[in-house]
């Protein structure tokens, strides 16, 4: 595998699980847009999802004890049915048009993220499967399954402590679904598993580094950052069709 592919990808994943540990979500918002630009989509996908499972092992035993298993599984009611759909026009959809989905995606979900609704729904476990259904599309689609409920957790006026865990806990369970879709699909294969065991040292240090400044600066400061370069790979990766 070339050198210089695999030392991006171990920056981009670097950078993603700094955020991901930092403000406990945002690793395939971060790393997809940007590993787009180096691989295949139908190869970015699996990987995202691969070389989150360490990160999220760690985070899971973490945030555990702050979960709300009810608002999660919510989530994951939606997220079943749209997760297989998903994956399956990532099987089928040519390179350059998924291209411009998971950058029209990224773009749209982090100017969404950056302006926040601030009206929370009256009938929330009616509107939970709803956020996980989009969510799992995107996230079978795209690998970028976060906006829809993260989106949904801050509307909601959730305690900061409880959304954070409750991401958590949905991304582990969904992560896990999609996995299953993604083998049955064919779409993960030998060389995206390889690609995310190239990628671990810099999700290592990532990880670190983003638990370290995690009580030191102020998450806020790096969420926005995040989303600027959020922003930047999305515009790259609809360039780049």
Avoid: C
């Amino acid at each position: 595998m070339d050198s210089t592919a695999i030392a991006l990808a171990n920056a981009i994943v670097g950078f993603s699980a700094a955020m991901s540990a930092l403000t406990g979500f945002g690793y395939a918002l971060v790393a997809a847009p940007f590993l787009v630009l180096v691989f295949p989509p139908h190869e970015v996908v699996p990987v995202v999802m691969v070389s989150w499972i360490p990160l999220a092992a760690l985070l899971l035993g973490e945030a555990r004890g702050a979960m709300n298993l009810r608002r999660i599984g919510g989530w994951l009611t939606g997220a079943v049915v749209g997760i297989p759909v998903g994956v399956y026009g990532l099987a089928h959809i040519a390179e350059g048009p998924m291209r411009v989905v998971i950058g029209g995606i990224t773009v749209a979900a982090a100017l969404a993220m950056w302006v926040h609704p601030a009206r929370p729904w009256r009938h929330e476990a009616a509107a939970a499967p709803i956020a996980g259904l989009l969510s799992g599309l995107l996230g079978g689609a795209s690998g970028m399954s976060g906006p829809p409920v993260v989106l949904f957790a801050l509307n909601q006026g959730w305690p900061p402590a409880e959304t954070r865990a409750n991401l958590i806990g949905y991304f582990v369970a969904k992560h896990a679904i999609a996995l299953v879709s993604l083998a049955l699909f064919g779409v993960l294969d030998r060389r995206a598993i390889e690609l995310s065991l190239w990628a671990m040292p810099g999700l290592g240090v990532g990880a670190a580094v983003g638990l370290y400044l995690k009580s030191r600066v102020p998450p806020q400061r790096f969420r926005q950052v995040a989303l600027v370069l959020v922003l930047v790979g999305g515009g790259l990766a609809i360039a780049r069709h």
